[in-house]
C-alpha cells in the first residue's frame, strides 16, 4: 500500500515522501517479498545525497504532495550548491542506520549476486554519508557527530531537547507566517505543541542561513547535541560496514579509524553513573542531559558496553517490565515530563525496540529480548500497525487504537523481521 514506484511512504497522508531512516528498516521487510524493491529503497534514498555526502532526512521525490509542512519549497536545499535539483530534499539528516540494514540484508543471503552487486554500489555512498558527518559535524573532532535540530535524532520531540530549546526566544515578526498541516491529520494531543513547531521552524532557517552545512551552525546553534542514540548507530554502521568491506575486498582502513575515535569517546563522554544509563550530551551548555531515554538503551545494539554496564540497562528494562509497562517506553516513565501518548516523550516504537531486541540478544540476555519481542507482537495484534503505542498495560486495555498514523511501514517492516528471528 506504502509502495511508490521506487520507495515507500512511512504512512500515507502523514508522512507522503520518503524518510532517510525509516528507508533502512523498511528494506528489511521488502526482503522478504521482493529483494529488489529492498535494493531499490535504498537506491532511492541514496539518490538524494548531497556532494558534501549528507543524505537528507526526507527526500521529496513526488513534488505534487501538497499535505506537509515543511514541504521542499520552504526548506530550499538549492541553497547548498551541492544539493541535487532532483529528488528536492529537506538539508538536515537522521540516525545513520543504512550500514547495518546492509550487512543485515546481506546476512539473509550471503551467495545472491545482486544483492552482493548492489552492496558494492552502495558501500561506498555510505562511507561518504559517514565522512560528512565526521567532516561537518564534529568541530573538536571527538570521533561524535553533532545535530543541529531535534528532528535529526528522529525522536523528534523528546524531553531531552526542551532545555536546548527554551534558549530559543522568539518574538512576533521573528518568523516568516507558516501553517503547519500535521495536526488536521492526527490528533494535537499526540503532536508537539505550536510554541516547540515554532523552534523547529527557527532552527531549520537558521541551518540554511549556512546553506545546511556551514561552521556557523556550530558557532551560532542554541540547539548543539552529541545525541547518544545517533553516535550509537553510527558506531554499529562503521562496525557493519567493515567487516562488509573485508567481506567485498574493499578498502577499510578510514572507516577503522573513525571506529576507534568514536568508541573510545562515546564511552567517556556519555555514560552516567548515578543514571546506569547512556545520555546525550549538550555541547552548547557543556553537560550531559542527565535523563533517562530510550536512546539511551540503544548503545546496547551497538555493541558499547562492558558486561556490567549492558546489565544495568538490562535490570531497567525488567523493572519497566515488573511495573506493568510494554517495553519500551521512550521516555522515563517517573519523569514529570513522561507523557504516555505524545509522540517521542513516552509511547513504544516498535522499531526501536528492534533495534534493542538485538541488542539484549547479542549480550546473552535472552528472556529480556523475548519480552520485547512479545510486547511488539501483542500491541501490533491487538491494534494494527501502527505509529507509536501505549506503553502503560492497564490504560492500552482501555483503548481501542493506538497513536499517531495508521498503516505504518517501518512497524510492520520491524515485525516481519522479528518474525523471522527467533
Ligand atoms: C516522525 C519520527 C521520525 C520518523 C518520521 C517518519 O517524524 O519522529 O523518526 O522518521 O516520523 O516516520
Same mark, same amino acid.
Given at each position: 500500500?506504502n509502495w511508490r514506484?521506487g520507495?515507500?511512504?512511512?504512512?500515507?497522508?502523514?508522512?507522503?515522501?520518503?524518510?532517510n531512516w525509516d528507508?533502512?528498516?523498511?528494506?528489511?521487510?521488502?526482503?522478504?517479498?521482493?529483494?529488489a @524493491?529492498a535494493?531499490r529503497e535504498l537506491d532511492?534514498?541514496f539518490?538524494?545525497?548531497w556532494e558534501?555526502?549528507?543524505?537528507p532526512?526526507i527526500i521529496?521525490?513526488?513534488?505534487h504532495e501538497e499535505?506537509?509542512f515543511p514541504?521542499?519549497?520552504?526548506?530550499?536545499?538549492?541553497?547548498n550548491?551541492?544539493?541535487p535539483a532532483r529528488?528536492k530534499?529537506?538539508?538536515?539528516?537522521?540516525?545513520?542506520?543504512?550500514?547495518?540494514?546492509l550487512?543485515?540484508l546481506l546476512?539473509?543471503?550471503?551467495d545472491?549476486?545482486?544483492?552482493?552487486a548492489?552492496?558494492?554500489s552502495l558501500?561506498p555512498?555510505?562511507?561518504?554519508?559517514h565522512?560528512f558527518?565526521?567532516?561537518?559535524?564534529? *568541530?573538536h573532532?571527538?570521533?561524535?557527530?553533532?545535530?543541529?535540530?531535534?528532528w535529526?535524532?528522529?525522536?523528534?520531540?523528546? *524531553?531531552l531537547?526542551?532545555?536546548?530549546?527554551?534558549r530559543?526566544?522568539?518574538?512576533p515578526?521573528?518568523l516568516?507566517?507558516?501553517?503547519?498541516?500535521d495536526?488536521?491529520?492526527?490528533d494535537?494531543a499526540?503532536r508537539?505543541t505550536?510554541?516547540q513547531y515554532?523552534?523547529?521552524v527557527y532552527l531549520l532557517?537558521?541551518?540554511?542561513? @549556512?546553506?545546511?552545512?556551514?561552521?556557523g551552525?556550530?558557532?551560532?546553534?542554541?540547539?548543539l547535541?552529541?545525541?547518544?542514540?545517533m553516535?550509537?548507530i553510527?558506531?554499529?554502521?562503521?562496525?557493519?560496514?567493515?567487516r562488509?568491506?573485508k567481506?567485498?575486498k574493499?578498502?577499510?582502513?578510514?572507516l577503522?579509524e573513525w571506529?576507534?575515535?568514536? %568508541?573510545?569517546?562515546?564511552k567517556?563522554k556519555?555514560?552516567?553513573?548515578?543514571?546506569?544509563m547512556y545520555?546525550s550530551?549538550d555541547?552548547?551548555g557543556?553537560?550531559?542531559?542527565?535523563?533517562k531515554?530510550i536512546?539511551g538503551?540503544i548503545?546496547?545494539y551497538?555493541?558499547i *558496553?562492558?558486561?556490567?554496564k549492558?546489565a544495568?540497562?538490562n535490570?531497567?528494562?525488567?523493572e519497566? @517490565?515488573a511495573?506493568?509497562?510494554y517495553l519500551?517506553?521512550?521516555?522515563d516513565?517517573?519523569?514529570?515530563?513522561?507523557?504516555?501518548?505524545?509522540?517521542?516523550?513516552?509511547?513504544?516504537?516498535?522499531?526501536?525496540?528492534? %533495534?534493542i531486541?538485538h541488542g539484549?540478544?547479542?549480550?546473552g540476555?535472552?528472556?529480556?529480548?523475548?519480552?520485547?519481542?512479545a510486547?511488539?507482537?501483542e500491541?501490533?495484534?491487538?491494534?494494527g500497525?501502527f505509529e507509536?503505542?501505549?506503553?502503560?498495560?492497564g490504560l492500552?486495555?482501555?483503548?481501542?487504537?493506538?497513536?499517531g498514523?495508521?498503516?505504518?511501514s517501518w512497524t510492520?517492516?520491524?515485525v516481519?523481521d522479528?518474525i @523471522?528471528?527467533p
Open positions: 500500500m514506484d520507495f515507500t511512504i512511512p504512512t500515507s497522508n502523514l508522512y507522503p515522501f520518503q524518510w528507508s533502512g528498516f523498511i528494506a528489511l521487510g521488502h526482503y522478504y517479498a521482493n529483494p @524493491h535494493m532511492s534514498l539518490s538524494g545525497q558534501n555526502g549528507l543524505v532526512h521529496f521525490h513526488s513534488e499535505t506537509y514541504n521542499f519549497d520552504f526548506w530550499h536545499s538549492n541553497v550548491p551541492g544539493a529528488p530534499s529537506s538539508g538536515i539528516t537522521q540516525p545513520a542506520v543504512h550500514g547495518f540494514i550487512e543485515n546476512d539473509k543471503s550471503p545472491d549476486q545482486d544483492l552482493l548492489f552492496a558494492k558501500f555512498k555510505i562511507v561518504n554519508y565522512r558527518l565526521y567532516d561537518y559535524r564534529d *568541530p573532532k571527538e570521533g561524535l557527530m553533532f545535530i543541529f535540530h531535534p535529526e535524532s528522529g525522536r523528534d520531540n523528546s *524531553p531537547w526542551d532545555e536546548s530549546l527554551e530559543i526566544q522568539i518574538k515578526g521573528d516568516p507566517a507558516y501553517q503547519r498541516l495536526t488536521n491529520i492526527a494535537p499526540e508537539p505550536a510554541e515554532d523552534r523547529y532557517l537558521m541551518g540554511q542561513r @549556512h546553506r545546511y552545512d556551514g561552521p551552525i556550530a558557532e551560532e546553534s542554541p540547539f547535541v552529541q545525541d547518544d542514540m553516535n550509537a553510527l558506531i554499529k554502521s562503521n562496525e557493519s560496514l567493515i562488509l568491506g567481506r567485498l574493499l578498502d577499510t582502513a578510514e577503522e571506529q576507534a575515535q568514536s %568508541m573510545k569517546s562515546f567517556e556519555f555514560w552516567n553513573d548515578d543514571l546506569q545520555t550530551y555541547l552548547r557543556e553537560k550531559q542531559i542527565a535523563m531515554e536512546g538503551i548503545p546496547l551497538a555493541g *558496553p562492558s558486561q556490567e549492558a544495568a540497562l535490570n531497567h528494562l525488567q519497566l @517490565h511495573s506493568g509497562y519500551c517506553p521512550s521516555f516513565v517517573q519523569s514529570p515530563a513522561f507523557d504516555s501518548c505524545r509522540y517521542w516523550r513516552g509511547p513504544v516504537w516498535p522499531h526501536m525496540n528492534w %533495534m531486541y539484549l540478544k547479542q549480550y540476555f535472552q528472556d529480556t529480548a523475548q519480552i520485547v519481542k510486547d511488539t507482537f500491541i501490533v495484534d491487538k491494534y500497525f507509536y503505542y501505549e506503553p502503560e498495560k492500552a486495555q482501555s483503548l481501542k487504537k493506538a497513536y498514523g495508521a498503516n505504518f510492520a517492516s520491524s516481519i522479528l @523471522h528471528n
